[in-house]
């Protein structure tokens, strides 16, 4: 058993899609699935279910996942100290995790005061999903991250709370609707929808479902994606129209317009919550003062969410 053959298990489990898990490791699905064979045969067990439409952990995949993420965070653990001791001597820098709501809207103007009032600290960003940045955090791979807060929470790590995005509506440039100063849920009750995966962006996949529970209306889902720019492009495409955290509008896609949405009463339900994470009970200057220059311009900051 290999690491490689462990990154490659573990690409392949969590987006249960060979072809999706190869574009991710830069790899041909031909050579992930050789990949994976060699791991079952090596292990003597089957890690996959596979049918012509789909593709499930078996239990002893399930067993492994559990395993394989642990053993893998490890290594990266390890990894990260070694490379932290051969900098040692040179300038402080902070490794900050960030999901891409944060990173395109919260983080520019966040780094720029940052930087203003601590050019000596040198800033390394990670863009990745909540459920892929608080490990980092447990094993010392970051220092900070921006994240969703999770509804079960590792007491390992602490939280606070920033801010709450405004949800908008992206629309096909030509669509009757988006010429719109703002709509209503009611407007697009019968809008072929796209929403986010469920299992890798559970915030954002509830937000259009909550928001058209609370108009007492069901969501027509056509399709479902994992990333906001493959959403974002599908509407494009007119297939369809999805509810989007506001700082998408800053995405430079041809063929698409956004338009504020006007939730049937104000509230967090209309709304995507921002969190700052980090590991409870350590000593960081830098990520203090990081923390600190949030705290002082978070009112700003919410402001533009």
Known sequence: MELHQLRCFVAAAEQLHFGRAAQQLQMLPSALGRQIRLLEEDLGTRLFARTTRAVSLTEDGATLLRDARAILAKVEAVESNLRNRSRAGTARRLRIGAIDSAAAGLLPPLLRDFRAKHPDIAVQLLEDKTIRLLPKILTGALDLAFVRRPDRVDKRLEFRDLLQETAIVAFPQRHALAARKSITLADIADEAMLVPDRRSRPHSHDLTIKLFEQAGLT???VQVADEKQTIINLVATKLGVAIVPRWTARMAVTGVRFVP?????????????????????????????????????????????
């Open 219 to 221: 969501p027509r889902i």
């Open 261 to 305: 949405l006007r939730p049937r009463q104000s509230g967090p339900v209309g709304r995507l919550p921002l969190a700052a994470a980090w590991l409870r009970g350590s000593r960081d200057p830098a990520r203090d003062a990081m923390l600190a220059v949030l705290e002082a311009r978070l009112r700003s900051y919410a402001r533009e969410a």
